[in-house]
């Protein structure tokens, strides 16, 4: 498919058919969640190594991309017009700093520096209350179905309609673009509309063509999706894998390899550990048949 220039109709954008579900604002997500991973790996190997000015300047560099994430989460919360996506969205980034203010804690207990060690005591307080208040916002504004998505991540999906093919890297319980995105991506045809489930997907390179003014990903509502596993088996069967249906092909996409560590047995994506806490799911490994194991957490 040939990606053509956006036009503009009646106040909305328009887009070539097959890709009008492009997401700027989903593609700003993923992109400072890698961000985000990076700079803190970058962090651990400068405290590994006790080079503390480096990871003074890797902290510098990680606010001012977590600066720029909070601004993006307000955005998405004033398209919903309810702080959920952002209180959901803080969680991951307590979860991080408290893990860093935990490790320097540690370090300087070893390092007998007990002056400093107080002071990341009293922050890891601090920043405990803190993300309890917003866990109890969010639960507080959370309207969704307690059973949540019906895709997870990694799942591979098709999407019914324009036939591109995807993999699930996160979702939101409810629409939170913009009108405008709204209107060009045709939500107001879907049956559900904007109150279901928005899956962030990394859709496969060869169904859309690379242009570097265009975001790769996709940003769609759960009813517009279908995998093998959801559709209705023949009587007695089991439901079938992609593996089984579409072969174990890999996906194409330049974010794939950052946040996923592999296929597993029935053709879908492990997340990367960072990702699953992201969403507070666990890890869910599926082996080939003949292979030993089972489901279970990774070390």
């Known amino acids: 498919m040939n990606a053509t220039p956006e036009a503009s109709e009646g106040g909305a954008t328009v887009r070539p058919v097959g890709e009008r579900e492009r997401s700027q604002l989903v593609n700003e997500e993923v992109v400072y969640f890698i961000f985000q991973l990076d700079l803190d790996t970058q962090l651990q ?5 006790e080079a503390y000015e480096a990871a003074q300047e890797v902290r510098k560099k990680r606010q001012r991309v977590d600066e720029a994430v909070q601004s993006m989460k307000e955005r998405k919360a004033r398209n919903t017009g309810a702080p959920v996506a952002v209180q959901r969205l803080a ?35 601090e920043l405990e209350t803190e993300a309890k208040k917003a ?27 324009l036939g591109y093919r995807g993999v699930v890297v996160g ?40 242009d570097p003014h265009l975001p790769p990903v996709a940003y769609v509502p759960e009813e517009l999706l279908t995998s093998p596993e959801l559709e209705p088996p023949a009587e007695g069967a089991k439901p079938k894998s992609w593996a089984e249906v579409y072969g174990t092909d890999p996906l194409q ?5 950052i946040l996923f560590l592999g ?37």
């Open 91 to 125: 969680g991951a980034d307590y979860a991080a700093e408290l893990l860093r203010l935990r490790t320097e804690m540690q370090r300087a207990v070893e390092a007998e520096d007990y002056g400093s060690a107080a002071k990341y005591r009293d922050l890891l307080k």
């Open 45 to 49: 190997r400068c405290l590994n190594y």
């Open 263 to 299: 296929l597993d047995g029935r053709g879908d994506y492990v997340p990367c550990r960072q990702l699953r806490d992201r969403y507070n799911v666990q890890r869910r490994d599926v082996y080939k048949p003949g292979q030993e194991g089972g489901e279970g957490e990774d070390e």
């Open 135 to 161: 866990a109890a916002l969010a639960a507080e504004w959370d309207t969704t179905s307690p059973n949540g998505p019906v895709l997870r991540l990694g799942q591979r999906v098709l999407h019914k309609q």
């Open 171 to 210: 979702w939101d319980m409810r629409c939170c673009e913009s009108e405008e995105w709204i209107a060009a991506a045709r939500v107001g045809e879907c049956g559900r509309g904007i109150g279901q489930p928005f899956y962030h997907l990394l859709v496969d390179a060869r169904d859309w063509e690379y």
């Open 253 to 257: 996409h330049p974010y794939l390899y």
